[in-house]
Each structure stands twice: as C-alpha cells, then as structure tokens.
C-alpha cells in the first residue's frame, strides 16, 4: 500500500524560510512524476512545482525564484524548499506521486497523479 507523509510545515513570519518533506513508503521515488501541490481555504488545489525523470523540473510562476523541489532517492523523500515566504503562500501543502513510469515531463494538474500526502499546514504571518 502506497503511502506518502508530509512533514516540516508550521508558522513562520512573513520572509521566512520552510523545508518541506514527504516519506514515501511501498513506493519509490525514482523516475516517477512527483510534485507538490497547494490548497487554500476556498480555492482549488494548485501545483506548486513537479519533478520529472532525469530532474527536469516546473514551478508555478507564483513560486519561481523562491521555491525548489528535490528528492532524495536513497532516502525515498520528495522535498520542497520554500523561502521568501509570503501570506499567500498560507496553504495546505500536499505531495503526490503518479503510478510507476517513466516520467516525461513535469506534471502540474492535480488529476495527473493517482498517490497523496494527507498535508502539511504551511502559515504565513505579515
């Protein structure tokens, strides 16, 4: 049974700094389309940035310049590295993870991945 836990969300002031984590277990990493993703009270959930095969990488432009996603595949652990942090990056922060392939490119919709984090709250004070 595929499971992802996210991990590394709280509070921080406005300019801050985040790292993000997700553990999987009964699923590897590897090659396959992962992403992190966000939701706000009232809003539809939203890509923040995906990892394809190989490492190429997409970011929401909301994010470019201040967030970064990478993984670990020896510890089988996605990350999001998030600075510069703003009020409107308060959300909940989930990680997912497509079924096993080969990843082509970086996949940003929700509806593209099969797997899911229950989240992480991530706040952002001014």
């Known amino acids: 049974q595929v499971q992802l836990v996210e991990s590394g969300g709280g509070s921080v002031q406005a300019g801050g700094s985040l790292r993000l984590s997700c553990a999987a277990s009964?699923?590897?990493?590897?090659?396959?389309?992962v992403g992190w993703f966000r939701q706000a009270p009232g809003k539809e959930r939203e890509g923040v940035a995906a990892?394809?095969?190989?490492?190429?990488?997409a970011y929401a432009d909301s994010v470019k310049g201040r967030f970064t996603i990478s993984k670990d595949n020896a510890k089988n652990t996605l990350y999001l590295q998030m600075s510069s942090l703003e009020p409107e990056d308060t959300a909940m922060y989930y990680c997912?993870?497509?079924?096993?392939?080969?990843?082509?490119?970086?996949?940003?919709?929700?509806?593209?991945?099969?797997?899911w984090g229950q989240g992480t709250q991530v706040t952002v004070s001014s």
């Open positions: 990892i394809a095969s190989f490492g190429r990488t």
């Open positions: 009964g699923y590897r990493y590897g090659n396959n389309c």
């Open positions: 997912a993870a497509d079924r096993p392939a080969v990843c082509s490119r970086p996949r940003m919709r929700a509806a593209e991945y099969d797997y």
